[in-house]
């Protein structure tokens, strides 16, 4: 995963996102003001140079024209005495001036430089790449991880396990089922994909909530990622803008948080026992709406109450800090500046989370909270399973997930 190193070098390695784009930018300047010179410099002294060519080429003209004249008188003289013999043709002079072919040269020398220069370029923005990816990879390992080298080799346990006919399926039906569903699944021993919310084992009162959203069936990416995430296994979801990714995170870590709850119910600065991060406000609280409909639901069904708090900036923050502090939250979902905000005050820990899930990873990347993420990471202290959700995947995302 990642070698072990000093805890102190592992900090001194991290360069923040927008640091590097910052150098980077200074160093292309520097590289363009010094090619602008360096051809202003070569066109002033091809300037020169054309000016002298072209009088030495003046004087060359000019010496030539008598004894072009005395070669013509003798030529007519032979011409008579040969009667119809050929007449003999001048010489063939260039028709490109000296001042061209200068400048002609002077334009490869300058492509010549600017490839040059490309290579450069390209080599620098490879190893930028190397080290953003050293940067990226680091980013979801916790501090103490690295400078360990801990590594972990088994997925998280649970206690979910798939209907005795979803489990005894080959891996050619379950390849039969994706191939029908469009449904492309990479990793090793992937869970079998299972087609309806029954057979996922959900209580009767999260069927009435997802009936009372209209939804009767799962959609692809719930068919294959939810028993995954039920399985404890770590994942990465892309599917397009409105394929359900919301349900397919929320479902699975409702179900963790009332299984946690039933064994041993959490009391005041305790909790949470599950992560949803995202790059914007409205993003989260749109996120924390199903949530909360699906925790409702379980309430008035006789279930524990699950309690989640919205951990978002332009809230009242002693709200926040007062509902963690009196009764304990199962549930957060934030944005990272506000999630560290109160981690780093110690008015939340992350002692009990086993699961986390960063929600359009991609726009968390290119808005530069891979700092931020990297700094939450660091405050877990035991295995947790990590799901990543997005509409794309760019190097950099597939760089930053492996």
């Given amino acids: 995963m990642v070698a072990a190193v000093d ?10 996102l927008k640091v590097r784009r910052r150098r980077e930018q200074e160093r292309l300047q520097k590289r363009r003001k010094v090619l ?11 300037e020169d140079e054309d000016e002298d060519d072209e009088r030495e080429a003046a004087e060359i003209r000019t010496q030539q024209k008598p004894q072009a004249s005395a070669e013509g008188a003798a030529g007519s003289g032979a011409d008579h005495e040969e009667g119809d013999g050929d007449v003999a043709k001048p010489q063939e002079r260039s028709s490109v001036s000296l001042l061209d072919q200068a400048y002609e040269m002077r334009k490869k020398m300058e492509e010549a430089g600017v490839n040059q220069q490309k290579v450069q370029q390209d080599a620098q923005e ?15 390992v916790s501090a103490h991880e690295r400078a360990e080298g801990i590594h972990y080799t088994e997925t998280m346990r649970t206690t979910w396990k798939p209907p005795r006919s979803i489990a005894d399926m080959t891996s050619e039906e379950c390849e039969a089922v994706r191939k029908k569903w469009h449904i492309l699944a990479e990793g090793e021993d992937v869970p ?20 009372a959203k209209n939804i009767l069936r799962p959609t692809p990416i719930q068919v294959q990622a939810i028993p995954c995430i039920l399985a404890g296994r770590d994942m990465i979801g892309i599917a397009f803008t409105g394929s359900g990714k919301t349900v397919t995170f929320t479902l699975p870590l409702v179900m963790l948080a009332l299984e946690e709850e039933k064994k041993m119910p959490i009391i005041g600065h305790e909790g949470p026992f ?18 909360k409909h699906f925790t409702d639901h379980l309430f008035k069904a006789g279930y524990p109450e699950l309690r989640s708090l919205l951990c978002i900036g332009g809230e009242d923050k002693r709200q926040q800090s007062e509902l963690i502090s009196s009764r304990g939250v199962h549930i957060v979902v934030a944005t990272p500046g506000r999630l560290n905000h ?20 991609d726009r968390m990347l290119d808005l530069g909270f891979d700092e931020e993420v990297a700094t939450t990471f660091n405050h877990f202290t035991s295995q947790r399973q990590t799901l990543l959700f997005s509409a794309t995947m760019p190097q950099k995302f597939q760089d930053f997930a492996k």
């Fill in 7 to 16: 805890a102190k070098e592992a900090e001194a390695l991290y360069v923040p």
């Fill in 36 to 46: 602008h010179e360096r051809i202003q410099r070569e066109r002033s002294d091809g």
């Fill in 126 to 140: 490879v190893n930028m790449l190397k080290e953003a990816s050293y940067v990226q990879k680091a980013a979801l």
């Fill in 192 to 211: 079998p994909p299972i087609k309806s919310f029954e057979y996922m084992r959900f209580p009767p009162a999260i069927l009435e909530a997802l009936k």
């Fill in 274 to 291: 599950g992560l949803i991060v995202g790059p914007s406000r409205e993003l989260m609280r749109q996120t924390f709406d199903v949530v």
């Fill in 342 to 361: 109160f981690l780093k005050l110690r008015e939340m820990t992350l002692r009990l989370c086993k699961y986390i899930c960063l929600d359009e990873g």
